[in-house]
């Protein structure tokens, strides 16, 4: 039986990669922070539902000894490394952690595998946020980086170091260029489910507006579980290589906005207010991936456009939100 070690297993990608993974047969390992463990009520709700068929270790991106003795332990065939400080506007407020925790978090965990599992197949989880000020349009595996964002710099840190363990290790590591990607499980903080949630409480009069940044920023949104296998097919092939994840089409926030209110049947210029402390120092303004060669190399590509996605994310957002409130209105 294949063993696959996710850090980050309780984030968006993490759980759906789990269970895929266990779909597929694999012992699933997954590395998450003591304090999840301590409540996992709150930090686990996304894998609760696979939680007896997994096995999870505590540790953290900022201990190398703690990742060591988990690679040493499970000594896997495969190692998914999701975990990260993954909010671009957290990383202005605290660049430092950022940094720290993102850089040599990966930088310990490739570490770990060349010490531990020198055969092990490694992911990266890299980003479209590397590209930042673009050079080109659409962006593919050969556009140059220009972050901007101390989480984009991370970004390409990890990059670089997934790419220097391939060639002076020979490990099997790849890098998966993940535009963004969304699900009814996308943490609160996103802009995409943090308009869902919103318009799912306004429509049921639990709230009265939305405050947003800037409306004019555009994204290459797809679905996170179509995003997962992605990752998976990278470590199928017989050569580590680096790939761009996307949709090749593109969005703005305001477009995600009206068509979110549209689906609740609101008219989103009644409720949503521009508030600056929603502006980045810098932004990225267009993002637009061409996945042409993991369709070609890996057979892979997106099944959920966008207006599907917006879509999900509401239905699911309405469905929770009735759920709270009736189980409310039950307590009283
Ligand atoms: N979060 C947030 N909140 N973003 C807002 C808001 C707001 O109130 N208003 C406007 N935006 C704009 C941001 O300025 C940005 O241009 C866009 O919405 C998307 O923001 P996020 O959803 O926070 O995602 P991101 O693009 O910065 O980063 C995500 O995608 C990357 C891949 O490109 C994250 O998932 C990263 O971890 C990932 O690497």
Redesign the pocket.
Same mark, same amino acid.
């Given at each position: 039986m294949k063993k696959a070690f996710i850090t980050g297993i309780d984030g968006q990608d993490g759980s759906y990669l789990a269970e895929f993974l266990l779909g597929k047969g694999y012992k699933v390992y997954g590395m998450v922070r003591r304090v999840a463990l301590e409540d996992p009520e709150h930090h686990l709700w996304r894998i609760k539902h696979v939680l007896n068929k997994i096995t999870l270790y505590p540790a953290s991106l900022e201990s190398y000894p703690s990742i060591f003795k988990i690679v040493e332990n499970i000594k896997p065939n495969e190692c998914y490394h999701l975990a +990260?400080q !993954?909010?671009?506007?957290y990383s202005f407020e605290d660049e430092f952690s950022t940094i720290n925790t993102n850089i040599n978090g990966t930088h310990f965990v490739l570490s770990a595998i060349k010490e531990n599992a020198p055969k092990c197949k490694f992911y990266f +989880?890299? !980003?479209?946020?590397m590209f930042g000020m673009v050079k080109e349009t659409p962006q593919t595996e050969k556009t140059p980086f220009h972050p901007r964002?101390p989480?984009?710099i991370s970004?390409v840190a990890g990059f670089d170091l997934t790419r220097n363990y391939r060639e002076a290790y020979n490990i099997f590591a790849c890098n998966g260029i993940?535009?963004?990607?969304?699900s009814p499980r996308?943490g609160f903080?996103?802009?995409?489910?943090?308009i869902t949630s919103t318009v799912a409480q306004i429509k049921l009069g639990l709230a009265d507006e939305l405050?947003?940044?800037?409306?004019e920023?555009?994204?290459?949104w797809g679905f996170a579980g179509d995003y997962i296998k992605a990752m998976w097919l990278m470590l199928q092939q017989d050569k580590a290589d680096d790939y761009v994840i996307a949709t090749n089409e593109t969005h703005s926030?305001r477009e995600f906005v009206e068509l979110a209110f549209d689906y609740a049947g609101l008219n989103w210029k009644k409720y949503v207010k521009i508030?600056k402390t929603?502006?980045?120092p810098a932004?990225?303004?267009l993002?637009i991936g061409d996945y042409s060669k993991a369709r070609k190399k890996l057979k892979w590509a997106p099944s959920v456009k966008f207006e599907e996605l917006v879509k999900m994310m509401i239905e699911a957002d309405m469905q929770r939100m009735q759920a709270i409130t009736k189980g409310r209105k039950c307590n009283h």
């Open positions: +990260a !993954s909010f671009v506007s +989880a890299a !980003s479209s946020e964002s989480y984009g970004k993940l535009f963004n990607h969304e996308r903080e996103f802009v995409t489910r943090k405050k947003l940044g800037n409306l920023a555009k994204r290459d926030v508030d929603f502006y980045r932004e990225v303004h993002l």
